[in-house]
């Protein structure tokens, strides 16, 4: 399954900043290591989150090694979408009214591979092989690359998609 965590970070106002402090997760197998996560000592995890908070829109952001993925060689295996919570009341209709009402964030993380396999039959015959990159700075970088036969002769299959403020551009060959 590719949702490796459905997680709720809190907002916490200290001194120095706010923090973003993981304090609701699931399921918790697998994920003990997100407990107390600050959110803000994870650059895109947290980038993510402030586009979500300034927008009141889902969010996705850039691929990076998700935490539950330890040390191992993947370093852009995932990456989390994220949603807003904001105080009781009326809707912030603002930008700033946002970022002060804002109490906390939804984050659903996911592995790439695992996302991408799920949609995939287990031997495609219609595929030689599959690339998926992240081209939203306009320089590609790679996500996935699976090669299933030899390809045949025939134009690639390309699809761009754009979903949280993030462009994902797979190519396929026949």
Do not use: C
Request: hydrophobic letters at 40%; charged letters at 25%.
């Amino acid at each position: 399954i590719s949702l490796q965590a459905l997680a709720y970070a809190e907002r916490r106002r200290l001194p120095d900043g706010d923090r973003y402090i993981t304090t609701i997760f699931a399921p918790r197998q697998g994920n003990e290591v997100i407990q107390g996560l600050d959110v803000t000592a994870q650059p895109m995890n947290l980038q993510a989150l402030l586009r979500s908070r300034d927008t009141d829109q889902v969010a996705m952001s850039e691929p990076f090694r998700l935490r539950q993925t330890g040390r191992g060689k993947h370093a852009g295996d995932g990456f989390i979408l994220r949603l807003p919570v904001y105080a009781k009341g009326l809707m912030p209709q603002t930008q700033a009214a946002r970022a002060e009402a804002i109490v906390g964030s939804l984050g659903a993380s996911f592995r790439i591979a695992d996302l991408i396999e799920s949609t995939m039959p287990a031997a495609p015959v219609q595929l030689a092989d599959l690339r998926v990159e992240d081209d939203t700075s306009g320089m590609s970088r790679p996500l996935y690359a699976r090669a299933f036969a030899i390809r045949a002769e025939g134009e690639p299959y390309e699809v761009r998609l754009h979903f949280g403020g993030r462009t994902w551009r797979g190519v396929a060959h026949p």
